[in-house]
């Protein structure tokens, strides 16, 4: 069994950064992808950024390229999301994935709100 668990969400200010981690822990194939989703209120979960099991290759959605960037430590089983120039558009409950075919494995959720 996979486990996934967040952290570092909380409330910043707009202009602001905020760096979430995922730990994976249990039975996990080294040859994954991994990526942060998101889900607003009212909205669907949306793919943030995700990453390859060697870290080399990244991919970004449009509305967060150039702010946000993703990576992870292959010896920890973590990955990273440093948030930077934050926006109230991107509140939302962030969500990290493991994606090892044909299984994938969710964590619980952090809250990332952005307000003044």
């Known amino acids: 069994q996979v486990q996934l668990v967040e952290s570092g969400g909380g409330l910043v200010q707009p202009g602001g950064s905020l760096r979430l981690s995922c730990k994976a822990s249990?039975?996990?194939?080294?040859?994954?992808?991994m990526a942060w989703y998101r889900q607003a209120p009212g909205k669907q979960r949306e793919l943030v950024a995700d990453?390859?099991?060697?870290?080399?290759?990244?991919d970004y959605a449009a509305s967060v390229l150039g702010r946000f960037a993703i990576s992870r430590d292959a010896g920890k089983n973590t990955v990273y999301l440093e948030m930077t120039k934050l926006k109230p558009e991107d509140t939302a409950v962030y969500y990290c994935?493991?994606?090892?075919?044909?299984?994938?494995?969710w964590g619980q959720g952090t809250q990332v709100t952005v307000s003044s």
């Open positions: 994935n493991l994606f090892v075919w044909p299984q994938s494995y």
């Open positions: 249990g039975s996990i194939n080294t040859v994954n992808k």
């Open positions: 990453i390859s099991s060697g870290g080399d290759i990244k």
